[in-house]
């Protein structure tokens, strides 16, 4: 019997066995159960993004002499 890890990038799959004997090695390197991670899906609105947006300053143009 296989179980899906997951670490938030990328799905291994692995024996249920071997993942119990080295469940520690898995804690460790971030990798849960894909059944025990619970996705949230938040739908975001107009003014959540142009709260987020930051307005740029114009860019001065610089003075050269001339030769």
């Given at each position: ?9 990328k ?6 066995k071997y ?22 899906i938040?739908k975001t ?18 003075a050269?002499?001339?030769?």
């Open positions: 019997m296989d179980i899906k890890l997951t670490n938030g990038r799905i291994i799959i692995k024996d249920k993942y119990e004997a080295n469940l520690n090695h898995f804690e460790r390197n971030g990798f849960f159960p894909v059944d025990q991670v619970k996705k949230e938040k609105t107009l003014k959540d993004i142009t709260d987020k947006v930051v307005q740029l300053k114009p860019k001065k143009k610089k050269r002499k001339k030769k």
